[in-house]
């Protein structure tokens, strides 16, 4: 397929160690650029009929390309996990659920891969596994610190600051921490959706924020829940300019 693509497929080994022993996950990306424009006719050969109506309803360009480049990406993603080739994709249909959530449905396989979505700057991206999960992406963004009260407190910038490298400005600690809490919300399945500010962040193990040393976070959830973990572990980084923050759940260490 040549507008969805793997990424950072190095990176997977080191990563799959802070995931459960059950996780199989996969992460697409296609860049913007190559969809601005897209014909139709391209984008028939990866779309179903109902797909194809709701990318032709956007009026805007950017829209239609953010919109086509996160269906392509999760559709990569997710037929890699299920053993799919291109020329399968119209029996996956990517729906969105009440809550808003894209959630995909196959006519082929009796269980479908959990999805996420998301795009930003010049990327969509989607991560599917066969366990809930949630993916972010930000472009690092002055306008956080002035709305910092609605997503963190003093004591999380604190603690969240102090697993970070000395070199990251604060509007990029401030992008990775909303990313990761964006992350969660997407990962866990509960309605309403949880707020930012019900998001505490508890723990790190602190790494350089880079792909192959990422931050390892972890959240909790201040609603009570009967479905999810209580833990939630996020693996957020810098790359390319993008706050990357993957949510799944991941090994828990018994004391």
Known sequence: MAFAQAIFEEC????????????RLRLGAAPLATLAGCA????????????????ADFGLEKRRAEWLGGRMAAKWAAA??????????????????EDGRPCLA??????????????????????AANLPCGLDLQQPDPRLHTVRKRFTTPEEELLHASLLPRSFTETERLTLLWAAKEAVRKMVRISPLLGLREIRLLAGQGGQGVPTT???LTFTSAREQDL????????CFFADK???AMACPMLTTKE
Do not use: K, M
């Open 12 to 23: 997977w080994p080191l990563w799959q160690r802070h995931f459960s022993p059950e996780a």
């Open 40 to 55: 139709p006719e391209v984008a028939s050969r990866y779309l179903n009929a109902c797909e194809q109506e709701q990318w």
């Open 80 to 97: 890699g996990l299920l053993g799919e080739t291109a020329g399968d994709w119209h029996s996956l249909l990517i729906r969105s659920a």
């Open 106 to 127: 196959t006519e082929t396989h009796a269980l479908a891969p959990f999805i996420s979505i998301s795009h930003s700057g010049p990327l969509a991206a989607a991560l």
């Open 214 to 216: 990422p931050l390892a």
């Open 228 to 235: 999810g973990p209580p833990i939630i572990n996020v693996l």
């Open 242 to 244: 993008l706050a990357w």
